[in-house]
Nanobody, 123 residues
Framework: VQLQASGGGLVQAGGSLTVSCRAS????????MGWFRQPPGKEREFVAS????????VYGDSVKGRATISRDNAKNTVYLQMNSLKPEDTAVYYC?????????????????WGQGTQVTVSS
């Protein structure tokens, strides 16, 4: 399985951005999907997770109310839309596929990882 993240870039504070992650190799429609991010010099942190059906989602405290995770199983793609971006949202954003269909915030529960896409928010 390969996960290809895209859509990162440079955006001004207060702006919006949507990053995408497309899976190839096999369907991940039975797997929960997640987004994590790694700010410069910091550890990777949980951003959002969505269950296999797309009917439920959970968000990290730092993005709650500003982020929306969604998925299109027909396209084998998961999305992360972020609004009201802040400079502290600057990070490499990684998508990941979990070992099960249940939402999880735990990094070790994800066994497939994309290469990451850089999001930079200017003040």
């Amino acid at each position: 399985v390969q996960l290809q993240a895209s859509g990162g870039g440079l955006v001004q504070a207060g702006g919006s951005l949507t990053v995408s992650c497309r899976a190839s190799g096999r369907t991940l429609s039975n797997n929960a999907m997640g987004w994590f991010r790694q700010p410069p010099g910091k550890e990777r942190e949980f951003v959002a997770s969505i269950g296999w059906s797309g009917g439920g989602a959970v968000y990290g405290d730092s993005v709650k109310g500003r982020a929306t995770i969604s998925r299109d199983n027909a396209k084998n793609t998961v999305y992360l839309q972020m609004n009201s971006l802040k400079p502290e949202d600057t990070a490499v954003y990684y998508c990941a596929a979990s070992t099960s269909g249940m939402i999880t915030t735990t990094l070790n529960h994800y066994n497939y990882w994309g290469q990451g896409t850089q999001v930079t928010v200017s003040s």
